[in-house]
């Protein structure tokens, strides 16, 4: 019912900036909880920023990245200030609405976008 597709990850130097966009299509889904997962090679999923009425954020990346919507265009975006190379990895947009508080583990989510690739260099 919801479709996300993921895009404005690239190559960018430390201390550099990127914004991602996570554009949905088919149904709307305003009151979906939305939020953003991180997967580096060899390393688990891991949860980055969520937002629906309140927005959360990872300790990893708060002060530095900026989750936020277009409820016109179907569109959440994920400013990302401040780079490191650390922060190197796929990008995933996901789409929940069962409630809850575990929105920041993976299986919450019903769908889930095919990532965009971001790598930070030295």
């Known amino acids: 019912q919801v479709q996300l597709v993921e895009s404005g990850g690239g190559l960018v130097q430390a201390g550099g900036s990127l914004r991602l966009s996570c554009a949905g299509s088919?149904?709307?889904?305003?009151?979906?909880?939305m939020s953003w997962f991180r997967q580096a090679p060899g390393k688990e999923r891991e949860f980055v920023a969520a937002?629906?009425?309140?927005?959360f954020y990872s300790d990893s990346v708060k002060g530095r990245f900026t989750i936020s919507r277009d409820y016109a265009k179907n569109t959440v975006y994920l400013q990302m200030n401040s780079l490191k190379p650390e922060d190197t990895a796929v990008y995933y947009c996901?789409?929940?609405?069962?409630?809850?508080?575990?929105?920041?583990?993976?299986?919450?989510?019903?769908?889930w976008g095919q990532g965009t690739q971001v790598t930070v260099s030295s």
């Open positions: 937002m629906r009425g309140t927005i």
């Open positions: 996901a789409a929940g609405g069962p409630g809850g508080s575990q929105y920041y583990t993976e299986n919450y989510y019903d769908y």
């Open positions: 088919g149904r709307t889904f305003t009151n979906y909880l």
